[in-house]
């Protein structure tokens, strides 16, 4: 069984509109973060939490918003969509923040089509 | 600014043939480097890790890496594939600072053909 669930795994929107990423994890994790990959370039890091509270952010725009309501879920939000956006939005989990062990954990992905 | 190079997007071998995915890095500092791989229709999982001493390091499954520090190259090898190791590999690269912000190239699909 998964232990990092993403939900939904694809979803399609449309310009100007706002969608939710859902991110859970089941290791008994306390550090969580989200990537991105578009089309044709690499994964990118976004953000990292730890204990709920933001530890870095690479993402240039206001428009993405991480929310974390409980230590094992850290949901991205995503406001006024651009076809840019579009994108497979990867969670991961690991054990802690700091350590730099490199070993995350990942979920499937979220695959955000803009139309 | 540090980054990874996949110069290989596809790679196409035979089932029980040897298998070298090529990575070269860029970063000035002490790399930390490790090669994920995503399955089908799975997240991605560590495959193996270098951190530093001996520069070949053992993954799972029968794989293996060798860091290259004057060639500044990471590559990954094996020497029988199965079909089953049909996934897409990911070269990365964590520059230090403690925070797991990942670098990743890529990524090169391999395709094992039976």
């Known amino acids: 069984d998964p232990k990092i669930i993403q939900k939904p795994k694809y979803l399609v929107a449309v310009t100007g509109s706002e969608k939710i990423l859902i991110c859970e994890q089941y290791?008994?994790?306390?550090?969580m973060y989200w990537y991105r990959q578009s089309a044709k370039k690499p994964l990118e890091f976004m953000f990292s939490?730890?204990?709920?509270?933001?530890?870095d952010n690479q993402t240039a725009s206001s428009r993405f918003q991480p929310q974390s309501s409980k230590k094992n879920h850290l949901d991205l939000q995503i406001t006024a969509l651009k076809p840019d956006d579009s994108a497979t939005y990867f969670c991961?989990?690991?054990?802690?923040?700091?350590?730099?062990?490199?070993?995350?954990?990942f979920g499937e992905g979220s695959k955000l089509t803009v139309l | 600014a540090q980054s990874v190079t996949q110069p290989d997007a596809r790679v196409t071998v035979s089932e029980g043939a040897s298998l070298q995915l090529r990575c070269k890095y860029s970063?000035?500092?002490?790399?930390?480097l490790f090669w994920y791989v995503q399955y089908p229709r799975q997240g991605l999982q560590l495959l193996l890790k270098?951190?530093?001493?001996?520069?070949v390091v053992q993954g799972v499954n029968g794989f293996e890496a060798e860091f290259s520090k004057s060639n500044s190259s990471f590559h990954l090898r094996k020497a029988s594939v199965h079909w089953s190791d049909s996934a897409v590999y990911f070269c990365?690269?964590?520059?230090?600072?403690?925070?797991?912000?990942?670098?990743f190239g890529q990524g090169t699909v391999l395709s094992v053909i039976p």
């Open positions: 991961a989990s690991s054990p802690h923040w700091g350590g730099n062990t490199g070993q995350l954990y």
């Open positions: 290791l008994g994790h306390n550090a």
């Open positions: 939490y730890s204990y709920q509270k933001l530890m």
């Open positions: 970063y000035s500092g002490t790399p930390y």
């Open positions: 270098y951190y530093s001493g001996d520069p």
């Open positions: 990365v690269l964590s520059g230090g600072g403690g925070n797991n912000k990942l670098t």
